[in-house]
């Protein structure tokens, strides 16, 4: 084997199968996707598709997506606990903004697209996570929604954003994550919702998540990537908590 491609493969093995290096999820408390918990201070979760988290402070964690940032869509997010046990209240908020399909015209003026090129939004409210019994953690969130810069719309749109969830662990090392999310805004229809359902496996270090999103996922949200409706995609995933 090439000698330059045996530090990554020792480094997937460490990651992934070192024993000691990481537990399994002891208690559904433990999983903060789309819940009011937080990573502790300095701890860091990462995964190909899946937002880099750290925690910068005991109850407040700060997340990003690499991937989204290769497509020229940053994105930044905060969540800040407020209470902790098994009641778990935390205020979240964030920005994403895409400037792929600015950069990918040609011909165009930053002056004409400005207002419909740079599709984005952003959000603030409250996310409160129940633990019922060590395997089970029911999460609710909801809060004000902005969005901007849709080829559909030419003003700025306002509204709330709500969120239901739930994590299921089975024999401490199985995962099942449900979720359904949506918006009202102001002077708009009501919008399907979108959700999805998620299996993950912990394998030392690395969860492998697999699963599906279900809903509308339609063009004028994302101009840059489709030209029709999808309803459902799969979704998979590798990430690292550590």
Same mark, same amino acid.
């Given at each position: ?65 690499? #991937?989204?940032?290769? %497509?020229?869509? !940053? ?5 800040? /606990?407020?209470?902790? +046990?098994? =009641?778990? @209240? ?95 805004? #102001?002077?708009?229809? %009501?919008?399907? !919702? ?5 299996? /993950?496996?912990?394998? +030392?270090? =690395?969860? @492998? ?34």
């Amino acid at each position: 084997m090439n000698a330059r491609v045996w530090p990554s493969v020792i480094l997937v093995v460490v990651l992934c199968c070192a024993p000691g290096l990481a537990q399994a999820w002891e208690s559904a408390k433990e999983v903060v996707h789309g819940s009011a918990r937080v990573l502790e201070k300095g701890e860091t979760m990462v995964g190909i598709l899946s937002p880099l988290g750290y925690g910068v402070h005991e109850r407040v964690t700060v997340f990003t997506h690499p #991937a989204l940032l290769l %497509l020229l869509t !940053p994105s930044i997010w905060a969540r800040l /606990a407020i209470l902790e +046990g098994k =009641a778990g @209240l935390s205020l979240e908020g964030g920005y994403q903004q895409s400037w792929l399909y600015l950069v990918t015209q040609e011909g165009s003026s930053a002056g004409e697209d400005s207002k419909t090129s740079a599709p984005g939004y952003a959000q603030m409210g409250l996310v409160y996570s129940q633990l019922f019994t060590d395997t089970i953690q029911l999460n609710v969130a909801g809060g004000y929604l902005g969005e901007f810069g849709r080829e559909d719309r030419e003003d700025r749109f306002t509204g709330l954003y709500w969120r239901l969830g739930a994590h299921f662990l089975f024999k401490e090392v199985n995962l099942l994550l449900a979720e359904v999310r949506g918006k009202v805004l #102001a002077g708009e229809d %009501l919008e399907v !919702p979108t959700g999805s359902l998620i299996f /993950a496996r912990q394998l +030392g270090r =690395a969860r @492998l998540g697999f699963g599906a999103c279900f809903g509308r996922f339609g063009p004028e949200q994302f101009p840059e990537v489709l030209d029709k409706p999808l309803y459902v995609y799969p979704w998979v995933d590798v990430w690292w908590r550590f």
